[in-house]
């Protein structure tokens, strides 16, 4: 498939290396949603156990990482201007986390770290390579590299340096091959993998979708560029402070930081939203933009933390609560709204690219049921936002209530993707 970027024809990525992402990540968010319903009480004790691990790593690999991976390799395309340099490194990378992250959480879940959870480990980093061998080798045969380019590109590594965190971590529990135990390591793991692989490049693609689907000509590339030097001298000046074991004060700097990126980050989709030349906005635009707002959450949360901390008190349900802000939160919705964007235009695609000319085709919007959408929405918010209450009250009824509706939520997302898939051409 070729598709038009600024007058230039760019070579599509095929919908064969794009479409298993999804379809593994709308599973996976099902399955995390399962298990957060038999794991209510995990969420009313310590964080470290194996549930809320097992809950964590699904939805930050299976749901979110899967996901961003199969929407990359369509998207990065677009953005250099360039065809993806592999599909077979495309395939690889999928096929290679789709056996390695089961396999990790299953670990999880029993608390075990012998073979299978390192055979895990080693699998999904290799997973990683790919991707980031792939996306450096498209974007340097590219010739137009971008902010946004630079955005993913960046974040790649971030997550490799993630997952690499992750396979010491995990052989550390029965090697020692670090300094200390790995619980020690879980804060810096997190954050690099949060602020470095998932808020950099939601902010780098965003940046770039948002505009674009509100048929926005806004664009400011110098406030882009403020925004990833803020976001990476954060989370270089945390990895600073981590090593050397300063008071927590002092992580108020990358606080700040972080803070200052998001809000010049909300400016810039509010100026979008502004100069936006369709005034009609979808649904799922609605959403994404209100994921934006969301981000401010998982900071509140952190900056309460750390003022508690600077009186020596840890708060246990703090912790979780930023934690499922995070990937339930503002991490979910982004993508529930992106997925009813991206994934329409990808079938509309496949079905239909042959056939061009030969009458009058659906919209891309139409290959989905929009009162499905509506329902899953309001299911989502209202699930969302009473587990999070639950988390902070202690109160196992609310959770279970909670995790219900989200249950509902993964599962109308996940009929409206079957529907999407199913779709036969319609050609009048």
Not at 115 to 137: E, W
Not at 391 to 400: A, K, P
Request: net charge positive; glycine share 6%.
């Amino acid at each position: 498939m070729v598709v038009n970027t600024n007058n230039n024809l760019v070579q599509n990525t095929t919908h064969k290396v794009v479409i298993p992402f999804y379809v593994y990540a709308g599973l996976s968010f099902l399955t995390a949603t399962v298990l957060l319903f038999l794991s209510d009480n995990a969420f009313t004790q310590h964080y470290f156990q194996p549930r809320t691990l097992a809950i964590t790593h699904t939805m930050a690999l299976g749901w979110g990482t899967m996901i961003i991976l199969g929407a990359s390799h369509q998207l990065v395309p677009v953005l250099i201007e360039a065809k993806l340099f592999s599909n077979a490194l495309a395939y690889a990378s999928f096929v290679l986390a789709a056996i390695g992250i089961p396999l990790l959480i299953y670990s999880f879940f029993q608390f075990q770290f012998n073979g299978i959870a390192q055979a895990g480990a080693v699998l999904i980093n290799a997973a990683v390579v790919c991707f980031v061998l792939n996306l450096a080798a498209s974007i340097l045969k590219s010739k137009n590299k971008n902010v946004h380019a630079v955005f993913v590109f960046t974040a790649s590594v971030w997550l490799l340096a993630t997952t690499v965190m992750g396979f010491l971590l995990v052989f550390n529990f029965t090697k020692n091959i670090l300094p200390k135990d790995s619980v020690r390591y879980l804060s810096l793991h997190a954050h690099i993998g949060l602020v470095g692989w998932f808020l950099l490049l939601v902010m780098g693609v965003g940046s770039r979708l948002i505009p674009m689907f509100l048929i926005s000509k806004y664009d400011d590339a110098k406030t882009l560029w403020l925004i990833y030097f803020l976001v990476n001298g954060a989370l270089i000046s945390f990895i600073v402070l981590f090593f050397s074991a300063v008071d927590s004060f002092f992580y108020t700097v990358p606080l700040t930081a972080v803070l200052l990126a998001l809000l010049l980050f909300a400016n810039y989709c509010r100026e979008a939203y502004k100069q936006r030349i369709r005034k009609q906005v979808d649904k799922q635009v609605k959403i994404s933009l209100l994921s934006v707002a969301m981000m401010l959450l998982p900071l509140i949360f952190l900056a309460a933390l750390i003022a508690l901390l600077l009186f020596s008190f840890a708060n246990t349900k703090l912790v979780l609560a930023y934690g499922f802000s995070v990937f339930f939160g503002w991490l979910t919705a982004i993508i529930l709204g992106m997925t009813f964007k991206t994934l329409p235009f990808i079938v509309w695609n496949k079905v239909y690219h042959n056939r061009a000319g030969l009458g009058k085709t659906p919209n891309p919007k139409d290959l989905f049921s929009e009162s499905l959408f509506q329902k899953m929405g309001l299911a989502y918010l209202a699930g969302f936002g009473l587990f999070t209450a639950g988390i902070l009250l202690g109160n196992t009824i609310v959770l279970q209530i909670a995790s219900v509706l989200l249950f509902i939520t993964a599962a109308l997302y996940n009929v409206n993707i079957l529907k999407m898939l199913r779709h036969k051409p319609l050609i009048k």
